[in-house]
Nanobody, 124 residues
Framework: QVQLVESGGGLVQAGGSLRLSCLAS????????MGWFRQAPGNEREFVAA????????TYADSVKDRVTMSRDNTKNTVYLRMNSMKPEDTAVYYC?????????????????WGQGTQVTVSS
């Protein structure tokens, strides 16, 4: 049974930083590209960042590309999303997702597995 479990969310002040983690189990982690998406109330789930299965190719949404870094540690079956200079508009539930042998797509439909999400709230 595949499980993706996000952690690291919480309340942060504008300008602050957070590091989200996503621990994967039940799959051969190194065979999967991983993505981060987020969904704010009333909005569709949107792409944030992705990293390919090799870990060398990374893609970021334009809205965050100067403020976030995604990485993976295949020895720990974990991906991370470091967010800096956070803004109130970053407030959302953040989800990680897994794409088999993927390039790290920005499309939700490309991902086979999803976590339950972790809430991030940025106060002004």
């Amino acid at each position: 049974q595949v499980q993706l479990v996000e952690s690291g969310g919480g309340l942060v002040q504008a300008g602050g930083s957070l590091r989200l983690s996503c621990l994967a189990s039940g799959l051969t982690f190194s065979n999967y590209a991983m993505g981060w998406f987020r969904q704010a109330p009333g909005n569709e789930r949107e792409f944030v960042a992705a990293i390919n299965w090799v870990g060398m190719g990374k893609t970021y949404a334009d809205s965050v590309k100067d403020r976030v870094t995604m990485s993976r540690d295949n020895t720990k079956n974990t991906v991370y999303l470091r967010m800096n200079s956070m803004k109130p508009e970053d407030t959302a539930v953040y989800y990680c997702a897994a794409q088999f042998y993927g390039s790290g797509s920005d499309q939700k439909s490309a991902y086979e597995y999803w976590g339950q999400g972790t809430q991030v709230t940025v106060s002004s």
